[in-house]
């Protein structure tokens, strides 16, 4: 299968709720966008001529620094990539339940290769970590998620898709601006126009940054007096996902989350991120490592459900929050810190997700409201939202109707309630 490059838009948003299935998309790939990326189709217009457009971003190009040669290196033989619009238009469509996404981001072929992998660049990877203060898996588990360990790293010339995508206009500032930091680093001499190379989207590398990331973010790690993100080499890019990890706030030696069970009767509603206990707090009301142990302290951490009550359980920690920062989908920040774990030996997530499961739909949420007040369950409002209100309301007619009391919204549910 094929794990490719993808600008998550609307996933980040979809997937940070984590009480639902939400859909995931297929890439396995962050990427660092600022807050103030939207996309509004009013906003884009076809804007003609590609040839001209060029012409007219050489001079905004100027008058921001980039140098005439740089500019014209960088533009010989630069064309519009259709391609490119094509990947730009299409990925919504390749989305993803959490559980497929797992089983790509944790295959046994990407375990087996991330181990051979640390093997060969142990060296590298232990003085990252030494040097930085972020464990070797994690570093291992993004660019196995990023470019399969650097066997797809993206062969497009950055400068055309990035232009090409400024020119399309639907997301045109926020590659305009990639456009201009891409210059800035050809104007650094960091790496030749022709060695830039990166996916359809413009992620460079073997951990794919994009060009503002880079310039932000990127290291020099093996003082050769240039951050080669791009080389066979994966050292500099490595310590420069390292260096971004530190930056953020990574805790050495902390987990991004451990599988829990929870003990019945539960109450799910505490499943949230503004809830957050201390492990030796949540062991108190019976929630157990899957070995059955305590979670060891490792500082203040929520309950994830990130299929609802029916699939697996995480304690998750302060660098659950770090890994986020590449990409804010439950979905990537688990396969990274599950991937990170395999590597490390551990093993496969054990709880059973919810195969099969199809999400309910906005309408049909309400119309499970409507019939669960019609049955005596009241739910306050028909408002299409899996509250604790309307989990509760499930459980007790689960309990009535001699089913599971997961308070779980499912199709299965559904069904029931269509019987008279
Ligand atoms: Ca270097």
Redesign the pocket.
């Known amino acids: 299968m094929r794990l490719t490059s993808i600008i998550p838009t609307a996933l980040a948003v979809v997937a940070t709720t984590s009480a639902c299935a939400g859909p995931i998309e297929r890439s396995l790939r962050p990427e660092v966008r600022p807050a103030s990326m939207q996309i509004n189709p009013q906003l884009a217009p076809a804007r003609g001529d590609f040839a001209r457009w060029v012409q007219d971003f050489r001079a905004r190009a100027r008058a921001q620094g980039i140098r005439e040669d740089v500019l014209e290196r960088a533009f010989a033989g630069v064309r519009y990539d259709t391609e490119v619009i094509e990947k730009d238009r299409n990925q919504s469509e390749f989305t993803k339940q959490i559980w497929d996404y797992l089983d790509s981001a944790a295959s046994p072929t990407r375990v087996s290769n991330g181990k051979a992998a640390l093997r060969k660049h142990s060296r590298t990877l232990r003085a990252i970590e030494a040097h930085y203060g972020v464990d070797k898996e994690i570093v291992a588990a993004v660019w196995g998620l990023e470019s399969a360990y650097g066997a797809r790293r993206g062969q497009r010339d950055v400068i055309a898709s990035l232009a090409t995508l400024a020119h399309d206009g639907r997301r045109g500032a926020f590659f305009e601006k990639q456009l201009i930091a891409a210059l800035k680093i050809l104007q650094s001499g960091d790496v030749a126009p022709r060695d830039m190379r990166g996916s359809w989207a413009g992620a460079m590398g073997h951990t794919q940054f994009i060009p503002t990331s880079y310039l932000a973010y990127a290291v ?9 993100i791009w080389s066979d080499d994966p ?2 890019a490595l310590a420069s996902t390292a260096a971004y990890l530190k930056r953020f706030g990574w805790t050495k030696g902390q987990p991004w989350g451990v599988e829990v069970r929870l003990p019945r009767g539960f109450d799910h509603s505490l499943a949230r991120r503004d809830v957050r206990r201390m492990p030796s707090e949540w062991a108190s009301m019976g929630v157990r490592g899957i070995d059955g142990n305590a979670v060891p302290n490792h500082g203040r951490a929520s309950i994830l459900l990130p299929a609802g009550a029916q699939g697996a359980a995480f304690m998750i920690f302060d660098n659950f929050g770090v890994i986020e920062r590449y990409n804010k989908a439950d979905a990537y920040v688990i396969g990274v810190g599950h991937l990170a774990d395999r590597l490390a030996g551990g093993p496969p997530i054990q709880a059973s997700w919810p195969r099969g499961y199809k999400p309910l739909s906005f309408s049909e949420r309400k119309d499970m409201q409507r019939r669960l007040r019609r049955k005596g369950f009241d739910v306050e409002k028909i408002d299409g939202i899996i509250g604790p209100n309307t989990v509760n309301a499930i459980r007790a007619y689960q309990v009535s109707q001699g089913m599971t009391p997961d308070g779980y919204a499912s199709e299965d549910l559904m069904r029931r309630l269509k019987r008279r």
Do not use: L, S
């Not at 020099?220 to 080669?228: K, L, P």
């Open positions: 020099d790690f093996d003082g050769d007096g240039r951050r080669n050292g500099d």
